[in-house]
């Protein structure tokens, strides 16, 4: 089993940065890919980055994130993180993180690839 609690969000303004983070519990964390994903209000959750098991040599991101957000993680910390730099009134959404734990045959985008999930972390960007 693991756990998932995200922290770090909040209210800032369009342009400002906001580190999210999301603590596991379990020794189970550094072979797990991690991922974040969000869901603003009246909308579907979506892929936002993630992380692979281990070194995290390899990294993936939305589009709509590129260059802005940098995703990594703390095996030592059973952390990962989420640096969000740049941020725009469109970024507010709920933020979730979620473990791939046991490989599923789906997309690494797909809320189905990940086994477990945090209860997400309100972002609010003002502009």
């Known amino acids: 089993q693991v756990q998932l609690v995200e922290s770090g969000g909040g209210l800032v303004q369009a342009g400002g940065s906001l580190r999210l983070s999301c603590a596991a519990s379990g020794r189970t964390f550094s072979s797990a890919a991690m991922g974040w994903f969000r869901q603003a209000p009246g909308k579907e959750r979506e892929f936002v980055a993630r992380?692979?098991?281990?070194?995290?040599?390899?990294?993936y991101y939305a589009d709509s994130v590129k260059g802005r957000f940098t995703i990594s993680r703390d095996n030592a910390k059973k952390t990962v993180y989420l640096q969000m730099n740049s941020l725009k009134p469109e970024d507010t959404a709920v933020y979730y993180c979620?473990?791939?734990?046991?490989?599923?045959?789906?997309?690494?985008?797909?809320?189905?690839?990940?086994?477990?999930w945090g209860q997400g972390t309100q972002v609010t960007v003002s502009s």
């Open positions: 992380i692979s098991s281990w070194t995290g040599s390899s990294l």
């Open positions: 979620a473990a791939d734990l046991v490989y599923s045959g789906s997309d690494y985008f797909a809320q189905s690839r990940y086994d477990y």
